[in-house]
């Protein structure tokens, strides 16, 4: 889906990403790992932190938000094991690189961020990167997005103090869901299946967000 770049200073690095700090790691998921091969994440980081942008640590993009560091972003997609023709919501674009991950991954991606200054700049990236199968919503990431419900898959990248009921809702049969749960000091990845309508709940690796906040205004572009 990416355009084609005559040159990619970049892609020694993130070569070098995906073995030192993925695959050496335990993801093992080869079309994950694929897709973070091929999406340029120093597109979706701010040009004073690009050099930067493969290392193995969170960058800020603005509005106090961060990029996850790679090792994490690829522990959650491959707990979702996504399929091509999988619908994905993800809750807090954020700089959209994992929205360009999901794009890669699956059929539709239905994204929501709470600030609109990074929405703008997310719908900017995806759409000069040629992603056609992602829509970005601003809005109220706790609620989910009832409209294109139910998911095959839902990523939240902001902890929730307890199990999020509406998102669980939007959740289809079979459906999975990876959600940071916990106060800032104490957080863990919960991975839900959905099963014979009921939730049934994986706990993972330790992990720090920020936290999952209302918002009031939704705006679909």
């Known amino acids: ?19 030192s700090q993925l695959r050496a790691r335990g993801i093992a998921d080869e ?28 960058l800020p993009i603005g509005e106090g938000q961060t990029i996850s560091q790679p090792y994490i972003v690829a522990s959650m997609l491959e707990a979702l094991e996504l399929k091509p023709e999988d619908r994905v919501l993800e809750i807090g674009t954020g700089s959209g690189y994992v929205t360009a991950l999901l794009a ?42 009832p409209p294109c419900a139910p998911y095959d898959a839902i990523t939240v990248a902001a902890a929730a103090p307890e199990l999020p009921e509406p998102l669980l809702e939007q959740l289809a049969e079979g459906g999975r869901m ?12 919960h991975l839900i299946r959905m099963q014979n309508g009921r939730p049934e709940i994986t706990l993972r690796e330790p992990c720090r967000f ?11 572009e």
């Open 1 to 19: 889906m990416i355009a084609a770049y005559q040159y990619d200073p970049f892609a020694t690095l993130r070569e070098r990403m995906v073995q």
């Open 31 to 58: 079309r994950v790992l694929a897709a973070m091969l091929r999406v340029p994440r120093h597109e979706f980081i701010p040009e004073r932190y690009r050099d930067q942008a493969y290392e193995d640590h969170p």
């Open 104 to 145: 890669e991954l699956a059929a539709e991606v239905f994204s929501i961020e709470r600030h609109a200054t990074l929405a703008a700049e997310a719908r900017r990236v995806l759409a000069r990167l040629g992603y056609t199968n992602v829509k970005v919503i601003v809005g109220d990431g706790t609620r989910g997005f």
């Open 178 to 189: 990876i959600v940071p749960i916990g106060p800032p000091d104490a957080q863990q990845l």
């Open 210 to 220: 920020v936290p999952l906040v209302p918002n009031v205004n939704e705006t679909v």
